[in-house]
């Protein structure tokens, strides 16, 4: 990245990279996030990947054969207005609450809020659900039917779904994990920023992330700081992006374990090629759309395919805008 003439780092910023050649107090340093916190609308997004990071689309065993990697990974947000907060937080943990007093008059085991964590695989794998014993402890119907509690607060909640696909088919040769991670970071930022200046351009965002390791959430952090200091690639100013991530452990944040159902469904409907797989249908229209009403710049669709012209993830995702657009003029006719 180039030098910028100017610094927007927070306090926070200063802490990771240490004193700054160009600026000797950051903290000093106007910014919209926190000049005057209390009158600046905040987005909360909360952020999930699916698949891993591993650029290797076959990986050699010692016998000599070769096992097929995954080619796919997608970074998923999941964005709601702060004052929504309760919307989706609240239903989903009642939800859960009558359920834990459900498998307790059942004579199951005594169970809290930390042990009714949901994930797609888990929800999704016998093998997974024995070992956790909230979701053992549910009929298939309940488990269903608690899948369903997420889902409908993605209206209720007015959330808006973004995604970065990663097709390691089309990666340059000597991409790492970082390479992956990072430049989807990036990307996703950007995408949330143009949607913030196209519909809440007087707000601001922070992201919350999985709280994965320390190393890994430093590394995330020193990179999202540079971001905010610098611009992205594309020259664009994250201006209604502010703060560091804020790192969550996910058992009790229903906000990372829905981005964490959203994420996987957008994996599987592109990495079989089928957008008529039933959950993906189920978050799709909360997933933004080139045909969206913009206040201000240009429209502009919701997934992105990074580095990957020639991927056949890009007809897919021309045939969800078209998906989206047909739903859009549906609706304005009704």
Not at 84 to 104: A, D, S
Not at 139 to 163: M, N
Not at 202 to 211: L, S, V
Request: net charge positive; aromatic share 8%; with cysteine.
């Amino acid at each position: 990245m180039h030098a910028r003439p100017h610094h927007r780092l927070t306090t926070a910023c200063a802490h990771l990279l240490g004193p700054s050649k160009n600026s000797t107090n950051l903290s000093t340093v106007p910014h919209s996030c926190t000049a005057n916190p209390t009158e600046v609308p905040m987005f909360l997004c909360y952020i999930d990947e699916t698949g891993n990071r591993d650029p290797r689309t076959e990986i050699p065993h010692k016998d000599g054969s070769v096992k097929p990697g995954d080619w796919l990974y997608a970074l998923t947000a999941l964005c709601i207005f702060e004052q929504r907060w309760h919307t989706l937080e609240k239903p989903i943990n009642r939800h859960k609450l009558e359920l834990i007093r459900q498998i307790g008059s059942r004579g199951g085991p005594v169970l809290t809020l930390a042990d009714s964590e949901v994930k797609s695989n888990w929800l999704r794998q016998p093998k997974e659900i024995a070992k956790r014993p909230f979701l053992a402890s549910l009929t298939p119907a309940e488990r269903t039917g608690l899948a369903e509690v997420y889902y409908a607060q993605l209206e209720a909640a007015r959330a808006t779904i973004f995604s970065v696909l990663v097709d390691k088919r089309q990666l340059p040769p000597g991409t790492t994990q970082d390479h992956i991670h990072l430049r989807s970071w990036e990307r996703l930022l950007e995408l949330i920023e143009k949607f913030m200046r196209a519909r809440h351009h007087k707000h601001q965002t922070i992201m919350i992330n999985d709280d994965v390791s320390r190393e890994m959430n430093l590394k995330l952090a020193m990179n999202h700081a540079q971001l905010l200091d610098e611009g992205t690639r594309k020259d664009l100013w994250l201006r209604h992006i502010c703060e560091m991530p804020m790192f969550v452990r996910s058992e009790l944040s229903v906000g990372v374990q829905l981005a964490d159902l959203c994420g996987y469904n957008i994996y599987r409907a592109f990495k079989t090629a089928d957008l008529t797989y039933p959950f993906f249908q189920r978050i799709a229209p909360a997933i933004w759309g080139p045909h969206d009403a913009v206040q201000h710049g240009r429209c502009f669709g919701g997934v992105w395919v990074l580095d990957g012209r020639e991927s056949p993830l890009i007809p897919l995702v021309k045939q969800l805008e078209n998906e989206q657009a047909l739903a859009k003029w549906g609706q304005g006719l009704r």
